[in-house]
C-alpha cells in the first residue's frame, strides 16, 4: 500500500474546487474588426472614411478546420468570457498535472 500524498492531495482538491466555479468553457478567439464594402461612393470609401462595423468573429478549430462564427457585441462580451475561463480551466489542469507529477515522485522508487 503507497502512503497518501496529503499535502499534495489538499492543494489538488482547491484546485479543482476552482474549476467546479468555472461555468461555460469554449476555445476559440474572439476579433473585432470594421471593414470597407465594395461600393465605391459608400461612406466606408470617403474621406475620413466611415467604416462598416464593428464586427465580432469567433474562430475556432472545430475537426481540423478552422471555423468562423459572425457574433453580435452582446454574444462577444459572453464567448470572450468563456474563452477566458477554459484559458483558466487549462492553467489549473495544469498545475493539478505538476502536483500529480510530484506525487507520483514521492511513489516512485
Ligand atoms: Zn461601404
Redesign the pocket.
Known sequence: MLPEKDEFRQEVSELLREISNMGFLIHGTVRKHSM??G?PG????SDPPQL?GPYYDWTRRVDGKTKTVRLTEEQALLVEKWICNMRKVEEIINKVEKLSLAAFEKIKK
Do not use: D
Open positions: 470597407r464594402c461600393h459608400c461612406k466606408c470609401h462598416h
